[in-house]
């Protein structure tokens, strides 16, 4: 098992997905998941991997770009989901590894899951402190989308208590509504005076599925959300470069999942996932997710613990 070792902060990795594994600040493991690669596989294979090349939800599997129509590998009814069946979080990343730092590195070849352009994909994760900090980035042969997230499944009270007893704070004014199937109608909407108002500190209470539209400009690191345990008096921060934040409370987690200190049990934990708009291909009002050969594809986010 790869590792990093900082002040009071001990990572874990996994090649499989570039996965964070475990995160203790302390003597707390504050991600929940699977411990192996096997249980990752037999489980929730999202926890703690970088989801791609497409995070989230794409309405019903397909995209325009330059006027021509992609039809990508469905893993969701007739849509797609973090990138298809055989997506990034399932697929062994070559790994580098420095004193305070890892870097992973995958190929998608031109037509992967319905996606065209050849892509490498690195995620360098470096510690600091008490900070962790991950920064993803992408080059295409052609034009192509991309929209990559670390998807870690976060409890602070390292699972004496469950999602809904964490406090959050977003930096957010609005947010992205979703349909019956859990995809972004296209409306932004403002979260005043709604359950999705987490501009002031307060319990998560209930369950959540949704991205919320981060203050700020696109491309620049800032405060995204706090995320905190009242009973041991942890707190961590998230700050991110990019247009969005996901939060999910694992709703689908059913007692049937493995994890490394047992099943995985609903709403054990939250995740949070500092990415584009999901369904961005889909939707023109929403940041382009649109990445062409010569630019760089890029997302910084960072992990501050308290």
Same mark, same amino acid.
């Given at each position: 098992?790869?590792?990093?070792?900082?002040?009071?902060?001990?990572?874990?990795?996994?090649?499989?997905?570039?996965?964070?594994?475990?995160?203790?600040?302390?003597?707390?493991?504050?991600?929940?998941?699977?411990?192996?690669?096997?249980?990752?596989?037999?489980?929730?294979?999202?926890?703690?991997?970088?989801?791609?090349?497409?995070?989230?939800?794409?309405?019903? *599997?397909?995209?325009?770009?330059?006027?021509?129509?992609?039809?990508?590998?469905?893993?969701?009814?007739?849509?797609?989901?973090?990138?298809?069946?055989?997506?990034? *979080?399932?697929?062994?990343?070559?790994?580098?590894?420095?004193?305070?730092?890892?870097? +992973?590195?995958?190929?998608?070849?031109?037509?992967?899951?319905?996606?065209?352009?050849?892509?490498?994909?690195?995620?360098?994760?470096?510690?600091?402190?008490?900070?962790?900090?991950?920064?993803?980035? *992408?080059?295409?042969?052609?034009?192509?989308?991309?929209?990559?997230?670390?998807?870690?499944?976060?409890?602070?009270?390292?699972?004496?208590?469950?999602?809904?007893?964490?406090?959050?704070?977003?930096?957010?004014?609005?947010?992205?509504?979703?349909?019956?199937?859990?995809?972004?109608?296209?409306?932004?909407?403002?979260?005043?005076?709604?359950?999705?108002? +987490?501009?002031?500190?307060?319990?998560?209470?209930?369950?959540?599925?949704?991205?919320?539209?981060?203050?700020?400009?696109?491309?620049?690191?800032?405060?995204?959300?706090?995320?905190?345990?009242?009973?041991?008096?942890?707190?961590?921060?998230?700050?991110?470069?990019?247009?969005?934040?996901?939060?999910?409370?694992?709703?689908?987690?059913?007692?049937?999942?493995?994890?490394?200190?047992?099943?995985?049990?609903?709403?054990?934990?939250?995740?949070?996932?500092?990415?584009?708009?999901?369904?961005?291909?889909?939707?023109?009002? +929403?940041?382009?997710?649109?990445?062409?050969?010569?630019?760089?594809?890029?997302?910084?986010?960072?992990?501050?613990?308290?």
């Amino acid at each position: 098992m790869l590792e990093l070792r900082s002040g009071d902060l001990r990572v874990t990795f996994s090649r499989l997905g570039a996965r964070l594994v475990s995160v203790f600040f302390g003597d707390a493991d504050m991600m929940a998941g699977g411990g192996n690669d096997e249980q990752f596989l037999a489980g929730d294979w999202t926890a703690g991997a970088i989801c791609g090349r497409i995070a989230g939800r794409i309405t019903r *599997a397909r995209f325009r770009l330059d006027g021509v129509e992609h039809r990508l590998v469905p893993n969701m009814g007739e849509h797609q989901l973090h990138g298809g069946p055989d997506n990034f *979080a399932i697929r062994k990343w070559d790994v580098r590894q420095m004193d305070n730092s890892i870097r +992973f590195s995958l190929h998608s070849p031109d037509g992967d899951q319905g996606f065209p352009g050849a892509v490498d994909a690195a995620a360098t994760y470096a510690i600091s402190g008490n900070h962790l900090s991950l920064d993803l980035e *992408a080059r295409t042969t052609r034009p192509t989308v991309v929209n990559l997230t670390n998807h870690g499944y976060w409890n602070l009270s390292g699972g004496a208590r469950n999602a809904f007893a964490h406090d959050m704070q977003i930096d957010a004014e609005s947010f992205l509504p979703l349909d019956d199937l859990l995809l972004p109608t296209g409306e932004i909407r403002a979260v005043a005076g709604s359950r999705w108002d +987490f501009r002031k500190l307060r319990q998560v209470r209930e369950p959540y599925d949704n991205c919320w539209v981060l203050t700020g400009r696109r491309g620049e690191l800032r405060h995204g959300l706090t995320l905190g345990d009242a009973g041991s008096g942890r707190r961590m921060e998230v700050w991110t470069s990019e247009a969005g934040l996901q939060m999910y409370t694992a709703l689908h987690w059913n007692g049937g999942f493995p994890g490394r200190s047992g099943p995985l049990k609903q709403y054990g934990a939250i995740a949070t996932e500092p990415q584009n708009f999901p369904d961005a291909p889909s939707h023109p009002n +929403f940041p382009s997710p649109v990445l062409r050969p010569g630019e760089t594809y890029r997302n910084r986010m960072q992990w501050r613990f308290f």
